[in-house]
């Protein structure tokens, strides 16, 4: 469920990427966008992670620099634990690969949805979960994700069918109509149920699988991810639908930022947590810490034209720069 909100935007955003340029040029910018600082991240951001992850859980004793040359960071160290051991990782950038192949897998779809007769196929659908009697609909199909082995990193299947609804949910502005009236009760009930799935955990443990009531929890559980989807969307209609310049600079920033962000905590928290102090204290510490150097970084990125191609930003236009000098 945690990032199912990030998959559903991303889904929305596709819809109205495709009214305006063509599936070839769609697929170039998500090469640009996610494959970029895929790579850039692997080779650069995030051999600091492993590095300091290595020296805490491996006992790593070789410098940082011996580690980048030797070739120390690629070796394939990766363990129940992760990929904080030493060696090959990626860190935070598996929901970026991830990104990347569900949006060209489900490429063909949502440009047939985009286009000719899947228009009318799309908007039908949209407007069928504009009233709640439906949004079992995507329950099910939520359940049915959930229900498709995982690979490596998380529930693939499940996350493609998220990206998809997210497309199909813009497709018409009844939905989100929908989505704003029924924004409160239908986040309430979801955050219900998304708790219920959280505490229930020992529980859905104990069951055998498969078994009527695992997959009784597991549909209330899809059914929590689908409410808290219309409530956020709701509130975001009913609140973020309008433009300021403190949200055009988080718009513009929330990518960037998610690159950075685990790079720093990591480098940070290496040190804090060594700090002899109550530990809400070195909570406290890490998260300002934290927060300032991600944005601080996020300064330098946004201000050169090479960093921002390196971390999927747009090139900003000379109007933009200019005023920013001014």
């Known amino acids: 469920m945690a990032h199912a909100g990030p998959l559903l935007l991303a889904g929305c955003s596709t819809y109205f990427s495709?009214?305006?340029?063509?599936?070839?040029?769609y697929a170039w910018e998500r090469v640009k966008r996610l494959l970029v600082p895929l790579v850039f991240g692997i080779f650069i951001l995030i051999p600091p992670q492993t590095w300091f992850g290595g020296r805490f859980n491996?006992?790593?004793?070789?410098?940082?620099?011996?580690?980048?040359?030797?070739?120390d960071f690629l070796r394939w160290n990766i363990r129940d634990g992760g990929d904080y051991y030493g060696g090959f990782g990626i860190g935070q950038l598996w929901f970026i690969m991830f990104l990347l192949f569900i949006s060209l897998i489900a490429l063909p779809l949502v440009v047939w949805m985009a286009r000719g007769r899947g228009v009318g196929r799309a908007q039908a659908f949209c407007r069928l979960l504009a009233r709640p009697m439906w949004w079992i609909v995507p329950v099910v199909i939520l359940f049915l994700g959930g229900a498709v082995p995982e690979i490596p990193g998380g529930p693939f299947v499940y996350y493609l069918f998220i990206f998809v609804l997210g497309f199909t949910a813009v497709s018409d502005p009844k939905f989100m109509e929908s989505a704003q009236r029924y924004r409160i009760p239908a986040l309430v009930a979801g955050v219900g149920l998304a708790l219920f799935w959280v505490l229930s955990g020992d529980f859905r443990d104990s069951l055998s699988d498969p078994s009527a009531g695992l997959a009784g929890l597991a549909v209330l559980g899809a059914g929590g991810t689908w409410l808290v989807i219309v409530g956020m969307m709701g509130f975001g209609r009913r609140y973020l639908d309008r433009t300021s310049r403190t949200q055009k600079y988080l718009a513009e920033g929330s990518y960037p930022v998610y690159i950075l962000h685990q790079t720093v905590i990591v480098v940070i928290g290496f040190y804090v947590v060594r700090w002899a102090a109550p530990h809400p204290v070195l909570w406290v510490i890490l998260l300002v810490a934290a927060v300032l150097g991600t944005f601080a970084l996020y300064e330098i990125v946004r201000r050169v034209g090479v960093l921002r191609f390196l971390f999927g930003m747009r090139q900003r236009k000379r109007g933009a720069r200019a005023a920013e000098r001014g």
């Open 18 to 25: 495709l009214r305006k340029r063509s599936g070839g040029r």
């Open 58 to 71: 491996s006992g790593y004793t070789d410098s940082f620099g011996h580690y980048l040359v030797s070739g």
